[in-house]
Protein backbone atom coordinates (compact mmCIF):
# COMPACT_ATOMS: atom_id res chain seq x y z
CA UNK A 1 0.00 0.00 0.00
CA UNK A 2 1.24 3.09 -1.04
CA UNK A 3 -0.04 6.76 0.76
CA UNK A 4 0.71 9.68 -1.31
CA UNK A 5 0.17 13.57 0.14
CA UNK A 6 0.44 16.21 -1.99
CA UNK A 7 1.22 20.00 -0.96
CA UNK A 8 2.27 22.78 -2.41
CA UNK A 9 -0.80 24.40 -3.78
CA UNK A 10 -1.97 27.99 -3.55
CA UNK A 11 -3.44 30.73 -5.18
CA UNK A 12 -1.00 33.23 -7.32
CA UNK A 13 -2.08 35.94 -10.55
CA UNK A 14 -1.29 34.60 -13.63
CA UNK A 15 2.09 34.58 -14.91
CA UNK A 16 3.26 33.15 -11.79
CA UNK A 17 4.80 30.16 -10.56
CA UNK A 18 4.36 27.26 -8.07
CA UNK A 19 5.98 23.94 -7.34
CA UNK A 20 3.78 20.70 -6.43
CA UNK A 21 5.12 18.04 -4.13
CA UNK A 22 3.85 14.67 -3.45
CA UNK A 23 5.45 12.54 -0.84
CA UNK A 24 4.83 8.30 -1.13
CA UNK A 25 4.86 6.73 1.96
CA UNK A 26 6.94 3.85 0.80
CA UNK A 27 9.86 3.04 -0.88
CA UNK A 28 8.73 3.95 -4.48
CA UNK A 29 11.66 4.71 -7.04
CA UNK A 30 12.09 1.35 -9.08
CA UNK A 31 8.75 0.47 -8.68
CA UNK A 32 5.75 3.22 -9.24
CA UNK A 33 5.51 5.66 -12.36
CA UNK A 34 4.50 8.84 -10.79
CA UNK A 35 1.55 10.92 -12.56
CA UNK A 36 0.21 14.42 -12.09
CA UNK A 37 -3.63 14.97 -13.20
CA UNK A 38 -5.76 17.65 -12.54
CA UNK A 39 -9.27 18.11 -12.37
CA UNK A 40 -11.69 21.56 -12.46
CA UNK A 41 -15.13 21.78 -11.02
CA UNK A 42 -18.29 20.00 -14.14
CA UNK A 43 -14.57 18.83 -16.28
CA UNK A 44 -13.47 15.61 -16.29
CA UNK A 45 -9.82 14.74 -14.95
CA UNK A 46 -6.86 15.37 -17.21
CA UNK A 47 -3.64 14.10 -17.15
CA UNK A 48 -1.14 16.37 -17.08
CA UNK A 49 1.80 14.51 -16.44
CA UNK A 50 4.12 11.25 -16.00
CA UNK A 51 7.42 10.25 -14.84
CA UNK A 52 9.12 6.88 -15.17
CA UNK A 53 10.94 5.19 -12.43
CA UNK A 54 14.04 5.76 -12.64
CA UNK A 55 12.97 9.36 -14.01
CA UNK A 56 14.26 8.70 -17.57
CA UNK A 57 11.33 9.43 -19.20
CA UNK A 58 8.77 11.97 -19.01
CA UNK A 59 5.52 13.22 -20.16
CA UNK A 60 3.39 16.51 -20.32
CA UNK A 61 0.30 17.67 -21.73
CA UNK A 62 0.12 19.36 -24.76
CA UNK A 63 -1.41 22.33 -22.25
CA UNK A 64 0.82 21.99 -19.66
CA UNK A 65 4.12 21.46 -22.37
CA UNK A 66 6.43 24.34 -22.20
CA UNK A 67 5.32 25.24 -19.01
CA UNK A 68 5.41 22.54 -16.73
CA UNK A 69 7.98 20.07 -15.53
CA UNK A 70 7.72 16.90 -13.67
CA UNK A 71 10.72 15.42 -11.93
CA UNK A 72 11.57 13.06 -9.06
CA UNK A 73 13.67 12.49 -6.12
CA UNK A 74 14.00 8.87 -5.60
CA UNK A 75 15.74 9.43 -2.00
CA UNK A 76 13.02 11.64 -0.79
CA UNK A 77 9.99 9.46 -2.33
CA UNK A 78 9.08 12.49 -3.59
CA UNK A 79 8.02 13.96 -6.77
CA UNK A 80 7.56 17.39 -8.14
CA UNK A 81 5.67 19.63 -10.52
CA UNK A 82 7.17 22.96 -11.29
CA UNK A 83 4.49 24.56 -12.92
CA UNK A 84 5.82 28.18 -14.23
CA UNK A 85 3.59 30.30 -16.40
CA UNK A 86 0.67 29.63 -14.88
CA UNK A 87 -2.52 30.77 -16.69
CA UNK A 88 -6.28 31.28 -14.96
CA UNK A 89 -7.17 27.71 -17.21
CA UNK A 90 -4.82 26.22 -14.93
CA UNK A 91 -6.69 26.31 -12.15
CA UNK A 92 -8.18 23.20 -10.53
CA UNK A 93 -7.58 20.30 -7.79
CA UNK A 94 -4.27 18.55 -8.47
CA UNK A 95 -3.36 15.05 -7.74
CA UNK A 96 -0.82 12.49 -8.09
CA UNK A 97 -0.93 8.90 -8.53
CA UNK A 98 1.34 6.10 -8.87
CA UNK A 99 1.26 3.14 -10.85
CA UNK A 100 3.55 0.01 -11.57
CA UNK A 101 6.50 0.55 -13.75
CA UNK A 102 9.87 -1.01 -14.65
CA UNK A 103 12.74 -0.31 -17.32
CA UNK A 104 11.51 3.21 -18.35
CA UNK A 105 7.81 1.56 -19.31
CA UNK A 106 4.90 2.38 -17.11
CA UNK A 107 1.88 -0.29 -16.84
CA UNK A 108 -2.16 -0.55 -16.55
CA UNK A 109 -3.79 1.64 -14.12
CA UNK A 110 -3.22 4.07 -11.44
CA UNK A 111 -3.49 2.39 -8.32
CA UNK A 112 -2.96 4.77 -5.76
CA UNK A 113 -3.97 8.65 -5.36
CA UNK A 114 -3.49 11.31 -3.22
CA UNK A 115 -6.35 13.94 -2.00
CA UNK A 116 -5.05 16.38 -3.96
CA UNK A 117 -4.08 19.97 -3.80
CA UNK A 118 -5.80 23.07 -5.27
CA UNK A 119 -4.42 25.52 -7.36
CA UNK A 120 -5.76 28.74 -8.40
CA UNK A 121 -4.84 31.12 -10.86
CA UNK A 122 -6.66 34.58 -11.25
CA UNK A 123 -6.32 36.82 -13.83
Known amino acids: QVQLVESGGGSVLAG ?4 LSCAASAYTSSRYCMGWFRQAPGKEREAVARISTGGRTTYSADSVKGRFTISRDNGKNTVY ?3 NDLRPEDTAMYYCAAKIGSGGVCYGEYRYWGQGTQVTVSS
Do not use: I, T, V
Request: a positive charge; hydrophobic letters at 45%; glycine letters at 14%.
Open 81 to 83: LQM
Open 16 to 19: GSLR
